[in-house]
């Protein structure tokens, strides 16, 4: 069951014009409710409005997105609220128009999350393209990510993704987390993926706790090295990794690090 809101309005179209549809043009969240209240809505505000300033498209009044989604939300207990933005409506043509209305756009489904928190996942034979304009926001061009699940092997939940240089980046819909002893570290995404919230959520407490977690470049040997690997997004909150198809490696640490506990224990209040 589907219910939609396209600039406040009960629908589920939008025109052929629209240069989300025509160029991409535009950003989406994907927000987990649970108990009627849209998880990590803060988090999500803030990275769809870097997302369209970056992009140079005006920002939705919040409070007017929190008034829509929580009309859409009603009486449902559990759902993905889904929540795009466009540039809006214009005639062919890359040239943006400074006066166009953007399109925001509501979308309530079924709740869809994962079964289980322990993942065996692959690396994907595609990899990601640098672009440092468009690096961390999620803006609607996701064809990497088509591609790469179209590629995902059927008994295997998500994918490594790599970028050409062979730098360990993300999962398909997830962020990356690696834990050596008490040692924390994470992909950089300067140059390109998805800066997602439950990342930005567990840097956060490290921050508020004085805890370092270290950004950098790794490759795929690195990342075999960790003790355990975890993987984060707004569906699943914190998944870990029990093994990556094709390569001998297993899980070997039994405890969580606590920044990772506590983040765990935030996602979904």
Not at 8 to 31: C, K, N
């Amino acid at each position: 069951m589907i219910r939609s809101l396209v600039n406040g309005e009960p629908r589920d179209q939008v025109s052929v014009l629209d240069r989300g549809l025509q160029f991409g043009d535009g950003l989406f969240e994907t927000i987990a409710v649970t108990g009627g209240h849209p998880c990590l809505w803060d988090y999500h505000m803030q990275r769809l409005q870097s997302g369209c300033e970056r992009l140079g498209i005006t920002s939705p009044d919040v409070c007017l997105l929190k008034q829509e989604a929580l009309e859409l939300i009603a009486d449902r207990s559990e759902a993905v609220l889904k929540i795009t933005v466009t540039r809006g409506i214009s005639e062919r043509g890359y040239k943006p128009d400074p006066y166009e209305s953007p399109t925001r756009i509501l979308a309530l489904f079924d709740w869809d999350g994962p079964d289980s928190d322990m993942l065996k996942i692959a690396v994907s034979p595609r990899h990601l393209g640098h672009n440092s304009d468009l690096a961390g926001i999620k803006h609607l061009n996701r064809l990497e990510q088509v591609l790469a699940r179209a590629a995902c092997p059927e008994d295997v939940d998500e994918a490594l993704m790599l970028d050409h240089r062979g730098h360990v980046i993300e999962g398909m819909m997830s962020n990356l987390f690696c834990q050596e002893g008490q040692r924390l570290y994470t992909p950089s995404l300067q140059r390109c993926g998805v800066a997602g919230v439950v990342r930005a959520l567990i840097l956060e407490i490290a921050k508020e706790q004085g805890e370092h977690i270290e950004k950098g470049d790794f490759m795929l040997q690195d990342i075999l090295q960790a003790d355990a690997l975890y993987l984060t997004s707004s569906l699943a909150g914190l998944c870990f990794v029990t093994r990556i198809s094709g390569y001998d490696w297993h899980a070997r640490t039994a405890d969580v690090h606590p920044l990772l506990k506590e983040a765990a224990r935030r996602v979904f209040d």
